[in-house]
């Protein structure tokens, strides 16, 4: 809740949350043009780290109206759990091939938190199940980014959306 107060984001915001490096294998820029394109103002995006794309990142959000894209300074990780918290999707659209596992999707999932990841993050094959822990797309296809990233916000907006991904997540990282 004080990561949402201090960013001036309501409760009923739908929080993205990307977490790490701001490096184009990653695809921060990609997520924040999907999240734009949907034209969206019921959610907003946070982006937690720093990297070389980060003043593309922010002329990007430059353009877009206040309130709708967020930028938070790395943290290690006894700040992460407050910012996984706060977030109600978080996404790891990385495209590069050394993404083995994803540990962020692992440490969102432990709160709770579904995950919208690439095909090419290893843990994608057991942790997220498409439309129920979380949402999967082609690591090389922005439109699919896009659809899937519609489709998550669509879910976790629903009536017990949110409630209900929480509650599978759960379950599934119960093991991990």
């Known amino acids: 809740a004080a990561v949402r107060q201090r960013l001036g984001l309501a409760k009923e915001t739908l929080l993205v949350l990307f977490a790490g490096k701001f ?3 990653k695809q921060p820029a990609a997520l924040l043009a999907a999240f734009l394109a949907l034209e969206r103002r019921d959610g907003a995006v946070v982006f937690v780290g720093d990297g070389a794309e980060r003043k593309a990142l922010e002329s990007m959000a430059a353009a877009v109206a206040p ?9 290690n990780q006894s700040e992460m759990p407050s910012r996984y918290l706060a977030a109600d999707l978080l996404a790891l ?3 590069g ?5 994803g540990l962020s999707v692992n440490e969102a999932m432990h709160m709770g938190v579904p995950a919208l990841v690439s095909d090419r993050v290893g843990c994608q094959r057991d942790l997220v199940t498409d439309g129920e822990t979380g949402w999967v797309f082609p690591a090389d296809d922005s439109g699919a980014l896009r659809a899937r990233l519609g489709a998550a916000l669509d879910a976790l907006a629903a009536p017990g959306g949110r409630e209900r991904m929480r509650a599978a997540v759960l379950r599934r990282i119960s093991g991990y």
Do not use: D, K, N, Q
């Not at 091939?97 to 596992?101: I, K, P, V």
């Open 67 to 75: 309130g709708l894209v967020h930028f938070l300074p790395f943290a």
């Open 23 to 25: 490096i184009e294998e």
């Open 97 to 101: 091939l050394y993404e083995t596992w």
């Open 93 to 95: 659209p990385s495209r």
